[in-house]
Structure formats: C-alpha cells, structure tokens
C-alpha cells in the first residue's frame, strides 16, 4: 500500500521539525546541483565569470554564450521536467494504488513518444515545422490513450502486478513502433530524433522552458489542490465517499493530470525511465509520511534534484560523448524499484 509510510511517521511531535529540514535539504540541493550544472562540462567555466555572467555583466564571450544559451535552459528543464515526471508517478501510484506503478513503467511515456514521433514525420515530410503546443498536445493524446488501455486492462487482470506486466508491453510494441518510424525515416532532422527518443534534455531553447514552466505549473497547481482528496483516497474510496469526495470526477482528475504531466515531459525531453517510480518512493522515505500536502511539493523538489544529477552525469562522465538521460536514471532508479518489490513480498509473507 501506499499508505506504509504512515508506518515510520510515529514521532508526531517531531515531524514539522523533520519536514522543514527535509524540505531545505532538497532546496539546498537544487541550488548546489544548478551551480554545478552551470560550472561543469566539457567547457569548465570559473565561479568568477559564472557569477559576471549571471548579474548581467557577462558580453557574448564563449562562456557566456555557453552559460545563457545552452546550460541555463538545460538545467531549467531538468529541473521543471523532473519535478513534473515525479508528480506524475506519484499521481499513478495514487490511482493504480501501487507504489511501482509509472509512466514509463505503464507505458505511458511511450504511448506519448509514439504520438510525437509520428507528428513530427508527417509535419516534417510535408515540409512544416512543429511547435510546442502541438508536440504537447500530441504527447497528451498518446499519453491519454495509453493510459485508457492499461485502465481497459487494469479491469481484466486480477492482480496489480500482472498489470504491471501488460503496461511493461504496451511501452514495448509503443517503443518498437516509434524505432520503425524513426528508421526508416529519410529526413536527416527526423533521424535525429533518436537521440530524443532515447530521453535527453539537451537542445533545449529558453522559448521551450518558457513554454514548458507555465505547463507544468499550472498543471502542478491543480494537483497540489487536489492533496486533501488524495489523502482520502489513500485511506480507501469509502471513506473518501463518505469526506464528500466524487471518486469518479477524482479518478478522471487523477488521470488527466498524470496524462498531462507525463506528455509535457516526453514531447520536450523524450521518455525517462524511473523517475516517476522511485522519487515518490524516496521522499516518502525521507519525510517518513505519505501526506500528499507534505509528499507533493517534497516529490517536485526529489524529481529536480534526481533530474539534475543524473543529467549532470549524463553530460559529464564520458565527456564529450553524451549519454542518454534514461540510460543514468536507470542505474540510480532500477535498485530502488528492486527494493520496493522486495520489500512488498516480505510485507506479505
């Protein structure tokens, strides 16, 4: 259940402290990790001319070009995109009540990449360039749908982890789907959508994090509103029926809001892996609660710090060759996954 947590919140007296120290915790980390993100790369820029830069002294030298045009908007997607894939595995664990359950995981993220793929050949073969809006909204449509599959599914299958399974599947033939269109695309600009369809947030412009904040913020906004009825839920769907909670306008809320976080993320970004399944589980963990007003904004500030690690490792650890953003999320997000399930079958035996 999602509700364990509950289990270690027992110092009651103790817990706003613990909260509040959390939450610098996680604060100071992001400022530590945007430095670093800012100072380290194949070019490594001084703190002195780092901070020039950002005070508005810096001129259109090498390192501020790199610092403004390429670094800054890099690390805000990072930032904004991880925090929103967390907030969407959190909303998915809520709905499936499963602590394994994720975009990626249910395919929600490849039925996304599929919609976007294809967007992208049909608009670029007729020689048309894509926006921001449509790459969302085609990301939203896959997302959408995908996720109306696995709930078709969900009512099929006795048990959550065959769900699991079928979700598992469904990313798979989505994946395979979208590698057919992409190899045997002839435009060079749609064959370079491979290193997009492998998750990576370099390339990005200040237009798009513009675009992509206002998203995941508002979208953000109405999930934290929705933190009393989340919690009800969690307890079970009769006791949030008789807190005066609809469950069926909260489950299409649930879904829709999932659907939209996880669409924003892969049409800027492409699929990443893991993100929306151990960050919830871990900033459980760390503030020894599942109280969605503590989880919520605690799972935003996890998904930018994880984001912005593993893309710093992504950049860094075999300079100047890049790896793929999943790649790194996957080694740091796949033990923690193993653990949750192991840690399930002792709870049941």
């Known amino acids: ?13 103790g817990r706003p402290v613990r909260y509040t120290a959390c939450f610098i915790g996680l604060g100071a ?21 780092i901070l020039r830069i950002l005070a508005g002294n810096g001129d259109n030298s090498t390192f501020y070009q790199i610092v403004w045009a390429i670094r800054l908007p890099r690390l805000m997607a990072a930032l904004i995109l991880g ?17 394994i359950a994720g975009p990626f995981v249910l395919g929600i993220s490849s039925g996304a990449k599929l919609t976007v793929a294809l967007l992208m050949v049909f608009v ?18 896959g997302a959408l749908a995908t996720m109306g599959l ?13 769900l699991i399974v079928v979700g598992v599947m469904i990313g798979y033939i989505c994946s395979a789907i979208t590698d057919f ?26 237009a798009q994090v513009r675009i992509m904040a206002v998203v995941i913020a508002v979208t953000s906004a109405f999930v934290f509103l929705l933190a009393k009825p989340i919690g009800a839920y969690q307890l079970g769907e009769q006791y949030a029926q008789n807190m005066g909670v609809n469950i ?75 790896i793929s953003i999943s790649s790194v999320t996957a080694v740091f997000g796949a033990p923690i996954v193993i653990a949750i399930m192991l840690r399930r079958r002792r709870s049941a035996e």
């Open 181 to 206: 269109v992409i190899t045997f695309a002839n435009d060079a600009s749609i064959v370079n959508l491979h290193n997009w369809s492998l998750g990576s947030f370099s390339g990005t412009s200040w």
């Open 248 to 322: 069926l306008v909260f489950r299409v809320a649930l879904v829709l809001l999932s659907s939209l976080l996880a669409a924003c993320v892969t049409a800027f970004a492409g699929p990443i892996s893991f993100v929306g399944i151990a960050v919830p589980h871990l900033v459980r963990s760390l503030f020894r609660t599942a109280k969605p007003i503590v989880v919520i904004p605690g799972c935003f500030l996890g998904g930018a710090v994880f984001c912005l690690g593993c893309d710093l490792i992504a950049r860094t650890a075999f300079a100047p060759t890049e």
């Open 29 to 49: 980390a992001v400022l530590v990790l945007v430095g670093l993100n800012i100072a380290i790369g194949s070019v490594t820029i001084p703190l002195t001319d």
């Open 150 to 162: 696995v709930m078709v599914m969900a009512g099929k299958v006795e048990s959550m982890s065959m």
């Open 83 to 99: 925090g929103g894939l967390a907030l969407s595995g959190f909303l998915l664990q809520t709905f499936f009540n499963n602590p």
């Open 124 to 141: 670029l073969a007729s020689g048309q360039a894509t926006n921001s809006g449509l790459l969302i909204g085609a990301a939203f449509i």
């Open 1 to 13: 259940m999602i509700v364990d947590a509950e289990r270690v919140d027992t110092d009651i007296d």
